[in-house]
């Protein structure tokens, strides 16, 4: 069944066919002209992946493992490889700053 609907940006105009949407909404130039979060960022969508396994409990609270680098309390998930959504390992916020940004992904 496909749910895509129509919706014309408010920005400039343009009527897209998307999934979601609401009354407010910006096209992929528009948003990225305003600065707004691109809803298609590889990093943006491991996120969202990992925040819906976590809700439909498949991976537990990163709360209840210790830090993979330093065995403090883990705090977060930390993604090596965005291509690779639910590849996450559970790290305290420190040593999640200290291993720096996921391996850049490929634009397809």
């Known amino acids: 069944m ?3 609907k129509h919706f014309t940006c408010k920005g400039c105009g343009v009527t897209n066919e998307v999934m ?3 009354s407010n909404y910006h096209c992929k130039a528009c948003r990225s002209a305003l600065g707004m979060r691109d ?5 943006y969508l491991a996120h969202q992946a990992v925040a819906k396994a976590r809700r439909q409990g498949l991976i537990a609270d990163p709360r209840t493992y210790r830090c993979e680098d330093c065995s403090g309390p883990a705090i977060e998930y930390d993604h090596r ?6 590849a996450v390992s559970p790290v305290c916020r420190r040593c999640n ?3 720096g940004p996921a391996k850049p992904t490929q634009a397809a």
Do not use: E, I, M, V
């Open 2 to 4: 496909n749910k895509t």
């Open 97 to 99: 700053l200290l291993r």
């Open 81 to 86: 490889d965005y291509s690779q959504p639910l």
């Open 39 to 43: 809803l298609t960022a590889p990093k």
């Open 20 to 22: 979601g949407g609401t």
